[in-house]
């Protein structure tokens, strides 16, 4: 597959578009991307074409944001510090869902994740979050691989997500699912997307999951679970197919 590198990627933001995600099995990928190559660049950073990432997600005490994602309300926040490993770069990223289907994201670069003690990631919280500062904290941290592929129109970009961890700050419980692989598609509304072409070719249904509440529902047995317990039997018969 051709490459792209990020400067090359530059104009392509997406930070207000259309998301459609997929869970798909890790040894259907490699047929995934053989027929994507023609189609679509690959991100490459100092030679790879794998970026690691780490994330610490923040909510309130009680999990708000946890639980408003469960109980399915749209207009939607999450919080997170996300850690770009090979680019040696940190955001503090707000990302708002609203009642439209659409997400928003923003953010600001940061030294590291302890934003209580940076002025400027105080400030951003407290004007830009719907929750103050003094509200959250770390909730729950992870980390995984990913692919980024770019269409050659690039008005499209698609990350696979692979190597999965989760670690949680309150219960101190981990847990990961390395077969798993979290495709997701981001688009600028309803822009032709080749790789959804190919989903369907492989019998791949849409199913959306968000890491962050897999991750709490995988950590912490306390949290209300009954509207996801529909999506691990998934993942987990998903998995289980030889």
Not at 9 to 22: E, F
Not at 141 to 163: A, H, M, P, W, Y
Not at 204 to 209: D, V
């Amino acid at each position: 597959m051709d490459p792209i590198t990020l400067e090359q990627m530059s104009g392509i933001k997406l930070m207000n578009r259309i998301d459609t995600k997929y869970l798909v099995d890790v040894r259907r990928l490699p047929a995934l991307l053989d027929k994507a190559k023609s189609d679509y660049y690959v991100q490459e950073i100092a030679g790879k074409r794998k970026a690691f990432y780490r994330t610490l997600y923040w909510d309130t005490a009680d999990a708000k944001m946890y639980v408003i994602h469960h109980d399915r309300k749209l207009n939607r926040q999450k919080i997170r510090v996300r850690e770009y490993v090979e680019s040696n770069l940190t955001f503090l990223e707000i990302k708002n869902k609203s009642n439209k289907g659409r997400t928003k994201k923003i953010r600001i670069s940061v030294p590291d994740e302890n934003i209580k003690s940076h002025t400027d990631a105080v400030d951003f919280i407290n004007k830009s979050a719907n929750y103050g500062i003094d509200e959250i904290s770390g909730r729950l941290r992870n980390q995984f691989s990913r692919i980024t592929l770019v269409n050659k129109g690039k008005t499209e970009r698609l990350t696979i997500d692979i190597s999965i961890k989760f670690e949680n700050c309150v219960t101190g419980k981990k847990n990961t699912i390395p077969a798993l692989c979290i495709v997701e598609v981001k688009r600028d509304g309803n822009v032709y997307s080749p790789f959804t072409s190919y989903m369907a070719d492989f019998r791949i249904k849409k199913k959306s999951i968000s890491k962050y509440c897999l991750g709490m529902i995988l950590t912490d047995p306390n949290l209300k679970q009954n509207r996801f317990k529909r999506k691990l039997r998934y993942i987990e018969k998903m998995l289980s197919k030889k």
